[in-house]
Each structure stands twice: as C-alpha cells, then as structure tokens.
C-alpha cells in the first residue's frame, strides 16, 4: 500500500479520488468504486501498489497494438480491481474481484478487500524494468484489468523504464480524468482504448453506469496529447453490432484522424453475458467494409480464424507491409526493411505509427 498521487483532500477527512472520471469521494475508512483506492485518516491509499495479479509476456500484437513496434514483445502485468462492471468481461475474475455493489456488510467487506489487494506477486517498479533490460523487452504493457486505477504503480514503474528505454503502453477502457492523462504523459507513449460502443445506454446498463461522452473525450485529449492511440471494439450481436453504430465509431475516430486503428475484434460469451452467440465473421467484415467507407486507412479483424484482415496496407499503393496471423507478426518490411522510419519501400508514404 502506498499513498496516492491522484487525490484531492476535503473536509471531515474525505478525499476526493481524481484519477479516473468517477472523481468518486471517499469517506475515512472507505474505497473507492474501483474498490483498490482507500481513504486512510484524509490520505487515498493504493492499496495494490507493487501487488501484479498476471504477469506475463505477450506479442505486443495481442493488446492489440499493430502499428507500435510490431513484431515485439510486451511484459504485461496488471492487478486486481476495476472502475467499469461490464456484464461481458474476459477478465472478470480479477477486475470484478474487488466489486463491492452487493456487500451486505461494507465494514467487513473493507476488511476483505486489503487481503485481496494484497494477493499476487510482489512486483516492484525496479523488478519489473530490471527483467525487461535483463531480457531485452522493448516496452511494458499496464494491462489485464483498467490500469487508471494503479496509475501510481504504473508510473513509477513506467517513469523508470522510460529512463532505461523502455517504452509503455496502456490498455484501457478510456475513462481516465484530465489529471491522469497529464500525470501518464510523464511515461506513457501509447494507449490502446476501449470503444465498447456508440450508444450511452449500452455503456449504462452493460459497463456500470458510465458516460460515453468521458470516452470521447478521453480518446480527443489523449490523441491531442501526443499519445500514440489505437481503439477497439468489441462486436457483440445484437447489442452494439448495427451499421448506424458502427458507422458512428468509424466516423468520429476517422474526424480525429483517419490514421487511428481500429480493431474490431469477435465476442465470445463469458462473465454474466452467457446468453449472446459468439460474433460472426460476416459481421466483422462488414465493420471492416464500414471503416473502409468513414475513410479509416488502418482497420484490422481479430479474435477470430479465417479473417484476412490482419495485414499492415500501404493506404496509397497497396503494398503489404507487416504481415500477420493470428496476434503474431510473421513479416515487418518497415522494421527489418531498407527504411526504418515508417515509410512504404513501394510509394515513399508515411506509415502512422511508432516503428522503432
């Protein structure tokens, strides 16, 4: 557990947490919604500092970032906790740990909630960045659960590795605060986010009562910001998988830039959303088709076989520059090839991304 950066005092020793857009006041003695930031005599604590729930090493491509340094890998660690409550998670059984909505009994449920931030691995900042220079990892990925809830963590790992580097890279459902963003930009360099949908009464009813309109501000400041931003949607039949929704998406990331990728990526029934049949591949192809007319350059099908959408185009010339099967790079031409700096070999375009 360690003191929080993200905070603001009140009075009566309430504290305001100002890390994600919840700005949730907290009582003396309570945590926040998240469930990982607790109030202690007027001070927010984070009680999941150095406390890594799943570490592992994965293909940056799995996050999914394709145009930042492809080919790579990532380590990837995240915590327990949450701010959102999708009905749909994949890692529900350490996000949702931490949900309190239903605790008949608050006080003992506080109680509980130290012991389970206190599971997992110790992981230190210095542990973390100390294995990825011993074993030559390019970049730290703050995944698995939200990461704005463990920004502390995240930044005195991230501010180290960036030191040493390395790069770092978010993973996350787009509802920072304005004094987060200001806060990651001091080591994060790219953030892949969530468009869970278009619609605020999906993002009510399936997500925990959240605004769509913080999303969409998040993903304006973030890319106004310099982060390098890349989106994902999960396509979930019935729900969010209409050619007016998936049109809207299209259009307002391709109003930012037409240069931002998008994943669209296939649903499979888990957590509390059982009774929903996996994503069909036409349907995704028909969110590719949709991107394609919004004028999005960079569009990518994953999370299911048999998808040919995969591949980094040349969006002038055609060209396949980096080659891809299922979350794995088989072939980078802008990485290994003549040029390093991101540009066709075929046509001389620049390629958007960070390559190196």
Sequence with gaps: MKKAKLFKKLDKKKVQCTCCQRKCVIENGRSGFCGVRKNVDGDLYLMVYGKAIAIHMDP????????????SKIFSFGTVGCNFRC???????????TAKENSEDLEKFEDLLEKICNEGQDLSPEEGV??????????????????????????????LARKKGIKNV????????????????????????????????????ECGGVLLEGLKNTIKLAYGMGFWIECTTLIIPGLN?????????AKFLADISCDIPWHVTAFHPDYKMTDKAPTPAATLEKAYQIGVRAGLH???AGNISGMNHSNTVCPKCGKI???????????????????????????????AGVWR
């Excluded at 072939?331 to 620049?350: S, Y």
């Design 241 to 249: 998988d209409s050619d007016k929704e998936l049109m809207e998406i």
């Design 170 to 205: 978010y993973v996350s459902n787009g509802y920072e605060s304005e004094e987060c963003l200001k806060y990651m930009r001091e080591f994060c360099d790219a953030i892949n986010i969530d468009i869970k949908s278009f619609s605020q009464k999906f993002y009510a009813k």
């Design 60 to 71: 940056i491509e799995k996050k999914p970032l394709y145009h930042f340094l492809p080919g």
């Design 87 to 97: 009905s749909f998670c994949q890692n529900w059984d350490i996000s949702q740990i």
């Design 130 to 159: 100390k294995y990825c220079i011993e074993n030559e990892i390019p970049a730290i990925a703050y995944t698995y659960n939200e990461p704005t809830i463990f920004s502390e963590y995240a930044h005195d790992t991230g501010a």
């Design 321 to 351: 520059l980096v080659k891809r099967g299922y979350m794995n790079c088989f072939d980078n031409e802008i990485v290994v090839g003549k040029n390093g700096e991101g540009k066709c070999p075929q046509c001389g375009e620049k390629i």
């Design 298 to 300: 960079y569009i990518y």
